[in-house]
């Protein structure tokens, strides 16, 4: 079958798109031209490539149109942030494709009430990125479950890998964090670093979406959480990733406005944006109905990444254990 995949040269496009050609898919990847893997693999030079500009083709309503013409059978969307972006494509693809599978996010859930959370609890999303993803969550499950359109809705968790900074104890994307927690140097933390952060490798993701496909009947009109098998406290986070480097924990914890004067308005928003969400998911339904199995946990994953920015003297480091 024919795959298309929008915004493919990304965090999950570089595990997915390999993945995709060596099941034996005909593999279509749509993108700006402005980036490319993370990762090198030979099943790139197997993949069309197409160049367009989503924002401008959405704006000029010609997107949907665009992607129907490459005669899709399945359609996996990772960059939609918003209702009418998704009506566009839904509404050029009805009829014509076996199933479309959209990139979602676990902050759809917005704040926890029960843990781990499961994909059947109700929405309460804040912000404008957790809002438009949980809008584009309910469109397109509605219009699977109401009118028959075959989409599936994938929830992320904080992903990680190879080739960028992944999210640390702070809910930043510091290199500075790193390196303090390397170095034994003291790291402020607010309240009592009992919040949760919930990472996925990004090849966990990929495998997700494979399985969604390879279970259709299943997958479609659902979402499904693609995370690893437990969540980390951003204290039990920080001290496992200074025993890595082998160096003691030196964690102050003080209270919010003590910590966020130590720090940049955007990196105290980051922060208080990822512990007001204090994400911990479920992953018994994607297990069940689609046998997910996530190979790395959340350390494994943090811990390749870090390790190729070591590797590329982007964190410099005395030792890793």
């Known amino acids: 079958m024919r795959v298309v995949v929008v915004g493919g040269t990304g965090h999950v496009g570089t595990f997915l798109i390999p993945r995709l050609i060596h099941e034996g898919y005909e593999v279509v990847c749509i993108h700006r031209g402005k980036a490319k893997p993370y990762l090198s693999d030979p099943a790139w030079k197997k993949v ?8 401008a083709e959405d704006a000029a309503g010609t997107f949907g149109l665009n992607v129907s013409k490459l005669k899709p ?25 076996r199933h479309f599978l959209s990139c979602g996010t676990i902050w759809v859930h917005g704040y ?3 843990v781990p959370m499961t994909e059947d609890l109700p929405r309460r999303p804040f912000g404008e990125y957790g809002i438009k993803k949980a809008q584009l969550e309910a469109y397109l499950i509605e219009e699977a479950q109401l009118r028959g359109f075959p989409a599936t809705s994938i929830l992320p968790g904080h992903i990680v890998g ?5 999210l640390d104890p702070l809910g930043t994307c510091s290199l500075d964090v790193y390196g303090k927690l390397a170095r034994g140097e003291e790291l402020l933390m607010p309240h009592q670093g009992l919040e949760t952060l919930h990472h996925v490798h990004a090849d966990d993701v990929a495998q997700a979406f494979m ?17 690893s098998t437990a969540a980390m406290t951003i204290r039990g986070y920080a001290e496992s990733l200074a025993a890595w480097f082998g160096q003691p924990a030196r964690l102050r914890f003080v209270p919010w406005e003590e910590y966020r004067a130590t720090v940049s308005a955007e990196e105290a928003q ?3 944006d990822h512990l007001a969400h204090s994400s911990n998911c479920s992953l018994s339904k994607a297990q069940k109905l689609l046998d997910y ?15 190729g920015l070591i590797e590329h003297g982007q964190l410099r480091v005395k030792k890793v254990a």
Request: proline content about 5%; glycine content about 6%.
């Open 162 to 166: 190879p080739g960028w900074v992944p």
């Open 293 to 307: 199995r996530p190979r790395y946990s959340s350390m494994e994953g943090v811990c390749e990444a870090l390790s």
């Open 73 to 97: 059978d399945i359609v996996i969307d990772m960059i939609c942030f918003d209702v009418a972006a998704a009506r566009q494509l839904v509404e050029a693809l009805r009829g014509k494709i």
């Open 48 to 55: 069309q490539q197409v160049i367009m500009d989503r924002e």
């Open 112 to 114: 926890p009430v029960t």
């Open 211 to 227: 399985k969604a496909i390879a279970n259709r009947n299943a997958s479609v009109g659902e979402s499904f959480h693609a995370v």
């Open 270 to 272: 980051e922060t208080w």
